[in-house]
């Protein structure tokens, strides 16, 4: 199964790009989405930026991903 992670764009520098995902900062590539800017929301898999996405679906996400991280520590 492929999962890919929502994260706010921090910076960009050409092709590559910064994100955030929660505290943790990650290099991406942004090749594949040429038209995001700094703030906006993408998904992230393998290390590329795959899709643009708005803020309220990327913050659904990370809050189910965060619940279920929760239910796995608890387990």
Do not use: W
């Amino acid at each position: 199964m492929c999962l890919a992670v929502p994260g706010r764009v921090l910076s960009i520098d050409g092709d590559m790009g910064i994100i955030e995902v929660g505290n943790l900062k990650r290099n991406v590539f942004l090749h594949l989405t040429p038209d995001v800017s700094v703030d906006d929301y993408v998904l992230v898999h393998a290390g590329c930026a795959i899709q643009e996405i708005d803020e309220v679906e990327a913050k659904i996400t990370l809050d189910i991903l965060k619940e279920l991280a929760e239910c796995e520590i608890r387990r």
